[in-house]
């Protein structure tokens, strides 16, 4: 059995730069057709809870716009998403780690050196 890719492919969804969500830029409210690989998720805070809202960065003005309905895209793709961003943010926050470490044992060693 071969796996089939071509739903994801087919899968487009027509916006317009609107800067939906964005304030420190100004769209140009440029049409685009968007496929999944240019889908990116952010998170907001939505009263006291964390949320990941979805949405494209224009390649003209580079302003960010979220979907205005997240129905239009399918749930497949949606999760397809979610994963790719949450093992970045995982990556991320395992390099932050490790980052850390390597400055704790820094200043161990300053210390010990000064004392
Ligand atoms: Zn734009």
Redesign the pocket.
């Known amino acids: 059995m071969k796996k089939i890719d071509s739903e994801a492919k087919i899968w487009t969804l027509e916006v317009v730069?609107n800067g939906r969500k964005e304030e420190n830029f100004l769209?140009?409210g440029?049409a685009w057709e968007v496929a999944e690989e240019d889908i990116v998720v952010r998170k907001e805070w939505y009263w006291d809870s964390e949320i990941e809202i979805f949405g494209f960065i224009?390649p003209?003005?580079g302003?960010f716009t979220q979907f205005e309905k997240t129905s239009l895209i399918p749930e497949y793709i949606k999760n397809r998403c979610l994963i790719k961003y949450r093992m970045e943010q995982e990556k991320a926050a395992k390099s932050r780690k490790k980052v850390r470490s390597i400055l704790e044992k820094i200043f161990k060693r300053q210390r010990a050196v000064e004392n």
Do not use: G
Request: hydrophobic share 0%; proline share 12%.
């Open positions: 730069c769209p140009c440029q224009c003209d003005c302003t």
